[in-house]
Structure formats: structure tokens, C-alpha cells
């Protein structure tokens, strides 16, 4: 059997080709929630070394003969990210002064994974980096529902043209946006800062947006 992709396999969700309303499913994450400017935060820097321990913990368990019950051949999929302010009227662009950013990071996991594999996984990583401080991490099923989202490619500090055109898009389509406690800027993360020049960079900007009057919206 192939492996699964969820970037291939669900295209839609992962590979805009243009701006567009999705109707996000419930999905299963690994999250570890934190504040700060990303850049020079050690939180965040510990977040990622927390989700992608944790992720190939689960993903390489079929080595140690431990696979979960359901496991299936798969690729871990992209890093994502939920990101907020205090002030009410954020939309995505950042604050000039980044520190002020809250956050939940979180990779999206197989439907498989359940709280008790969770559980074994942080045990496993636990054992491997026990100065890992595990215990910011938590499983996430989340729905986020009716959203809009378009694909940016290029640094992030260039985003807020992106955000622009969704925002453009959305009030063409009869919507507006829905930020919530539950329902923030989301962003998803399809290449690596490390390897990838900041011009080629591609990230898919989602918002969640609900309908405004009787227009038909469909997704």
C-alpha cells in the first residue's frame, strides 16, 4: 500500500490553487500552545521539537513492533499554526511588536492516533528527551468548519498582501470573516525556512468566515 499524503490526497485543503471556501472536517493534532515573537522565542523553538518528536514517535512505532491498532504507511503531515493577539480586530497581519503573538502549534496526526496513543507517545519521547518539558503538549480534535484560504508564497513578513486579497475574496463571495476564541488565522506551513528561500516559501492562509445576508456561499 502507498503511502498517504494528505497534501496529494486532499488537495483541497492543502493546495489552493486560488483563493476558496473550504468546509474544514474535524482532524487530529498534536498541539502545544505558547506566546511569543517565533523567531527568538524558546518556547516556540521547544514547541517544534516537542511536535515533530512526538509525531515520528508515532509514525516510526512500526519499527519497534509497537504499532497502534489502525496503523497505516504515511507521511507526517506540514507544521501548522493558530495565531492571535489581545486586540480583538486582529485578522492576521502581524504586530509590530511580534512578542505579543499567542500561538498553538500543531502537526495533524492519522485518524488512528487516540488519546492513549497519545499518551504512550509522550511516554516514549520522554524516555529519549527527558528535558523535554512534555507536558505543554495535548491531542486536539478540532473542526474548524466554513473557512476561506489561499495559498501565499513568499516570506512571511509579506503575508498581509495575501491577507488582503482572502479578505477581498471573501466579501466578494457574500461572506465576512468569523474570528472566535475557537476560530483564529490559521496558517499552514508547506515548506522549510531552513531549506527554502524566503521568495519561494509557500503557506496556505486560511480565515474562518460565515455567511453575511441570504447570498449563496458553497464550498
Wanted: with cysteine.
Amino acid at each position: 500500500m502507498d503511502k498517504i499524503d494528505y497534501k496529494k490526497a486532499e488537495k483541497h485543503l492543502y493546495l489552493p490553487k486560488n483563493p476558496a471556501i473550504v468546509q474544514v472536517p474535524e482532524m487530529v493534532f498534536f498541539a502545544v500552545d505558547g506566546q511569543g515573537d517565533p523567531n527568538i522565542s524558546p518556547a516556540y523553538a521547544e514547541a517544534m521539537e516537542i511536535l515533530y518528536g512526538l509525531s515520528f514517535t508515532v509514525k516510526m512505532s512500526k519499527m519497534s513492533g509497537e504499532a497502534p491498532e489502525g496503523y497505516f504507511e504515511y507521511v507526517v503531515p506540514p507544521l501548522e499554526g493558530v495565531w492571535w493577539t489581545k486586540d480583538p480586530a486582529f485578522d492576521g497581519k502581524a504586530p509590530a511588536d511580534k512578542s505579543k503573538f499567542f500561538w498553538t502549534s500543531m502537526i495533524r496526526q492519522p485518524d488512528f492516533v487516540t488519546e492513549e496513543i497519545f499518551l504512550w507517545a509522550r511516554e516514549r519521547l520522554a524516555k529519549k528527551k527527558p528535558d523535554l518539558d512534555l507536558s505543554k503538549a495535548r491531542l486536539w480534535r478540532w473542526e474548524e468548519g466554513l473557512c476561506a484560504h489561499l495559498l501565499h508564497i513568499g516570506p512571511y513578513d509579506a503575508e498581509p498582501a495575501s491577507i488582503e486579497k482572502l479578505e477581498a475574496f471573501v466579501r466578494e463571495q457574500n461572506c465576512e470573516a468569523d474570528f472566535t476564541a475557537q476560530r483564529r488565522h490559521h496558517e499552514i506551513y508547506l515548506g522549510d525556512p531552513r531549506r527554502t528561500a524566503p521568495e519561494k516559501l509557500k503557506t496556505v492562509i486560511r480565515h474562518p468566515i460565515k455567511r453575511r445576508g441570504e447570498g449563496p456561499v458553497s464550498a
